[in-house]
């Protein structure tokens, strides 16, 4: 079997950044069967958790997102509307369906315009009070802070779900990286 990835601008990050999105989707859907079974914490208390100094809950997924999708509309690149950087959620399928509002923001890029884009600089809005941030480069920001960071935001929710009593397994979480033939081949150990 060939690699699926292709090794272009678009191919090491919009592919990824789907990918993370679904992954935030699953793990969030997992945690959703089990508050139906009972026992573990409603949404409003998922929402208002938080880890040591971290930000709650409600605002991993506005900082997992709002890096990639402002510096694309800042440059005009999606065909669809960005969704908007609120941290108002109110349950976890109002961020289930933030996450396909950004995926559908990134399929709707075309390859050929984000490639070319590659060197173009956009600015991006830090927050609040912070300096708006001039990026030189967008696939240097995309690779270097853009990725990461959205690796890193996945993670907090996904261990503050499983520090609040949570049994997400490492499948929830993975799954959605794999291609459908690395899901064959670890389909034995699902059994």
Known sequence: MSDPVTYNFYGTTVPVLLNIHTSAISTLRSAKDEQAKGGVLSDEE????????????????????????????YLELPKTEVPAFNPGFKTLDEIIEFFEGANKVLKSIDEKEYNDAAEKSCDVSVGPGKPTLHMTGLADYFHGF????????????????????????KGVYIGPF????QQKDWAPLRK
């Open 178 to 181: 794999m291609s459908e033939q």
């Open 46 to 73: 998922i929402l208002d958790s938080a880890f040591g100094d971290m930000l709650p809950f409600r605002m991993q997924p506005i900082l997992l997102a709002k890096f990639s999708l402002a510096a694309l509309d």
């Open 146 to 169: 853009v990725v990461p960071n959205s690796y890193f935001h996945l993670n907090t929710m996904y261990m503050l779900l499983r520090s609040k009593g949570f049994k997400l397994g």
